[in-house]
């Protein structure tokens, strides 16, 4: 394959992994999956990347600073036109990739803990748990200093799953 065929095939590998899912991804999953397997290098990676967005078949949204990669209308219409472009081994080991490692992949997006300081000099920690980009939950919690702000932040992204069921035990 000549240089302009592997940048399409990397297109579509991306385009196929957008596809594939019902959550968001994000920039950094999607290079570290890439990049892992070998596919191609990082800079070949960031240029066919702009070319996806700059042609319209790729949106991004930044939030809590991780950049999350859309599939617009006119990518998915490009990609089911051009999808049996990409072998079925590489469809066979994205498909198992990306089952094996849903929840991982799932959790590092949709359970989100930031923190900023108030005008009152105190500090707020806002814990997100989403699904289907939906809030499920939603806590802002003031704390009196930014170390303990970061704690609840951390154990948030530890134990959300834990905190989610003791409330809907005990609010239900």
Known sequence: MDNTEMRTLYKLIILYILSKVDYSITRT????????KGYTD????????SELIDNGLLETKSARNATHLLMTGK??????????????SIRNEIDTYLTENAVQLRNEVSISADYYKTT??????????KERNIDQLSIKITMPSEEAAAEICSNWQKKNQDV???LMGTLL
């Open 75 to 88: 990518g998915r219409e490009t990609f089911e036109y051009l999808e049996n472009d990409i072998s079925e």
């Open 42 to 49: 990082y800079f070949t990676l960031q240029a066919v990347m």
């Open 29 to 36: 999953q999607l290079f570290g999956y890439m990049l892992d």
């Open 164 to 166: 989610y069921a003791y």
């Open 120 to 129: 009152f000099g105190e500090y707020v920690a806002e814990l997100t748990a």
